[in-house]
């Protein structure tokens, strides 16, 4: 199947045959004059080869191949890719009676540029990054039902945020298949709520599962500060890991209610833990020095573009001296960036800095990543994006 043309200037078209799925919008030469936002859209070499089938976008990524063959982007492809993913996630055990959220797609890193699921229960959250994605919506909102084991029950689409604002495309966030029937989940027999309506992203951040059970190994007769706590996740991990305390802050009232709410749900009554709906640099100013001998710094994406890249780095470094200079000693930092646009080097040099700058003996323990249920296409190394370290502070 052939879809409206565009063809690669010569000598632009390495990355492609490396499969990388971006075509940048400098690296066309000429294309069918009636190709519109969201289009399918046939990519050739400059000679007419064919490299694969796609959707159009207008911007600096002008189009995110699906599929490196001529594959018809139907009904049926989604599923075969949806049931691959699938396939991922079974192998990884994330479908247990105690375990029922996770992401189903990871855009690229499923070989879908452009769409991210994640599932909690019989619900799935679709996301589309592209308008090609968002015109696909209801085929691929059919084929999550046709999965096995009918895991998909009901598809909320929210988009509402992730699409390109200037595409005036307006995607209403709502059910398109099913409709509410709980929104609570539950991750490693922890529970929570998920506000998959006014919440951010999907509405929790699955991609922290891994890295909260390890917390909770780290957790027994801590002191534990949960900065940037959104939904309260390392929160209530700590809680079970037998911490002695726990104190989670976000600067927005509406996480800490779902924070004290979660914690509620699985520790009703729960003395341990108090939430502070305040500012994470103030409020690290404002605490006495060996207050807290567990901190967790998971703060949102400091940089979202490349552009943005010295002042993140300058943030990470300012936020983690401020718990270096606070924490006990003896103490553990697990520290996080979320920043596609900073990479692991410089992530921890930001941390150095910091440690540096605080004059304190630092090990590093453990360096973590994102999960296995959110891959890393390898051909497309911008899909690495959560970075961690889990460090000792003499
Ligand atoms: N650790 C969380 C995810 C964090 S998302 C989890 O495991 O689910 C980042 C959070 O930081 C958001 O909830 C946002 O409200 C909060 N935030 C952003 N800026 C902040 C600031 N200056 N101080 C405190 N919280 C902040």
Known sequence: M?????KIRRGKEESLKRFHPWVFSGAIDSYDETIEEGDLVTVYTHDGKLIGNGHFQIGSIAVRVLAFDDSEINEEFFLQRLQHAFNVRKSLDLMRDDNNAFRLVHGEGDFLPGLVVDIYGATAVMQAHSPGMHFARNLIASALTKLPCGIVKNVYYKSETTLPFKAQLDPQNQYIIGSYETDEAVENGLKFHVDWLKGQKTGFFVDQRENRSLLEKYSHDRRVLNMFCYTGGFSFYAMRGGAKLVHSVD??????????????????GDSRHTAYAEDAFKFLDNIKKDEYDLIILDPPAFAKHKSA??????????????????????GILFTFSCSQAVNREQFRLAVFSAAAMSHR???ILHQLTQPAD??????????????GLVLYVE
């Not at 052939?2 to 565009?6: C, F, M």
């Not at 600067?251 to 009703?268: G, H, Q, R």
């Not at 959110?374 to 970075?387: D, R």
């Open 361 to 363: 003996k630092v090990r």
């Open 309 to 330: 890249l010295k002042n993140a780095l300058i943030g990470y470094r300012k936020l983690n001296a401020k718990a270096f200079e606070k924490i006990q000693s003896g």
């Open 251 to 268: 600067s927005s009232a509406k996480a800490i209610k779902l924070t004290n709410d979660n914690v509620e749900l699985n520790y009703p």
């Open 2 to 6: 052939t879809y409206k043309a565009i």
């Open 374 to 387: 959110h891959p890393i296409n390898i051909y497309h190394p911008e899909g690495e994006y959560l970075k």
